[in-house]
């Protein structure tokens, strides 16, 4: 008579074994699949801060009109204090040749039409357009602008470039203005038109994402969303 043989089951140390693997594998498919999320979070929002700016350079050089002024200049603001948020405004103060004005007058003075408001520079007195929030934990982590011999940043600086490491610059303003697409460029709360400012560049970085994504702005008023690097 044949012995009767009854069907094994699992170990223990087995089913542990079995478990350790599936929760790994989980593991390594929901970290990767965070790190592709935050991925996309990070270009599309590269886009989206590029087409802000690009809507500042048509209104300047669409001379859209803003608070009265037919002639103002539009921009973006961006702080180190608040790396979470950036500002579209119209930079409609102070009037033509008023102090600290960036833009001279014409001949004709300040009643003529190519007699520009501003100072370059988000201050209260302007004329805010839009607030925006980057929101899911994205922030500027860093902004550069170009002078004509280096790279002044607001946290750090690239090997490749001349920079100044640590520079600390507190606020990035670009403003565009008819009748050039040659941006304004503007930092510290300061244009400084001997400075010959001509080239910007934004860093964006989110939680869990090494890979950082840059905005860069040329000295010809190109935008390039998720480009190379800042310096």
Do not use: K
């Not at 008579?1 to 350790?20: C, D, K, N, S």
């Not at 603001?77 to 579209?88: E, M, S």
């Not at 750090?156 to 670009?174: F, K, M």
């Amino acid at each position: 008579m044949e012995p009767i043989h009854r069907p094994r089951g699992f170990t223990l140390i087995e089913m542990l074994v079995v478990a350790a693997i599936i929760i790994v594998i989980t593991g390594v498919i929901f970290s990767g699949r965070s790190q592709f999320n935050n991925s996309i979070l990070l270009s599309s929002t590269a886009y989206d801060i590029a087409l802000t700016m690009r809507d500042a350079e048509t209104y300047g050089l669409g001379t859209r009109a803003a608070s009265g002024a037919a002639s103002a200049g539009y921009g973006l603001d961006f702080t180190r204090a608040a790396p979470g948020t950036y500002t579209l405004f119209a930079d409609t103060n102070p009037a033509p040749g008023g102090t600290n004005a960036c833009h001279a007058l014409p001949t004709n003075g300040a009643s003529a039409p190519n007699a520009y408001p501003g100072d370059c520079v988000y201050t209260a007195a302007d004329t805010t357009v839009s607030n925006y929030t980057l929101g899911n934990g994205v922030t500027v982590s860093n902004f550069c602008a170009h002078t004509s011999v280096r790279w002044l940043c607001s946290t750090t600086c690239g090997a490749t470039s001349p920079c100044v490491a640590g520079s600390a610059q507190s606020q990035l303003d670009i403003v565009f203005l008819r009748p050039n697409a040659t941006p304004f460029i503007a930092l510290s709360g300061t244009y400084q038109a001997s400075q010959s400012i001509n080239q910007a560049c934004l860093a964006i970085s989110a939680p869990g994402n090494a890979t950082a994504r840059y905005i860069y702005l040329s000295a010809s008023g190109q935008i390039i969303a998720n480009a190379t690097s800042c310096p």
